[in-house]
Nanobody
Framework: QVQLVESGGGSVQAGGSLRLSCTTSEESSDWRCYGWFRQAPGKEREGVASIDRYRTTLYVDSVKGRFTISKDNNKTTLYLQMNSLKPEDAAMYYC?????????????????????WGQGTQVTVSS
């Protein structure tokens, strides 16, 4: 079982930045798709970004140009750099890992593709 632990959440003013981190229990995971999701109160969980073994990235339209997903060289840590934060970005953010037979991620960024989840880290954006 893959263990995922998020960190880096907190409170920030609109226009500010946060960098979320997610440590994994795997030293290397070529056959996985990794992603970040978020869930605001009263709303369904939303796929935010994903990254595959080739570091090809996907983003939901609402965060394009503001958020960047990345992973370290050893593929033990996943990141989500969030810039120009808006109040509507406030949510519980989760990192996730899913099995990928070819090591690639494909649209859409769907939670059904991810079998392993972190506990979440809260992001609050004040205006």
């Amino acid at each position: 079982q893959v263990q995922l632990v998020e960190s880096g959440g907190g409170s920030v003013q609109a226009g500010g930045s946060l960098r979320l981190s997610c440590t994994t229990s795997e030293e290397s995971s070529d056959w996985r798709c990794y992603g970040w999701f978020r869930q605001a109160p009263g709303k369904e969980r939303e796929g935010v970004a994903s990254i595959d073994r080739y570091r090809t990235t996907l983003y939901v339209d609402s965060v394009k140009g503001r958020f960047t997903i990345s992973k370290d060289n050893n593929k033990t840590t996943l990141y989500l750099q969030m810039n120009s934060l808006k109040p509507e970005d406030a949510a519980m953010y989760y990192c996730a890992a899913g099995r990928s037979l070819d090591g690639r991620c494909f649209r859409p960024i769907s939670e059904s593709k991810f079998g392993y989840w972190g506990q979440g880290t809260q992001v609050t954006v004040s205006s």
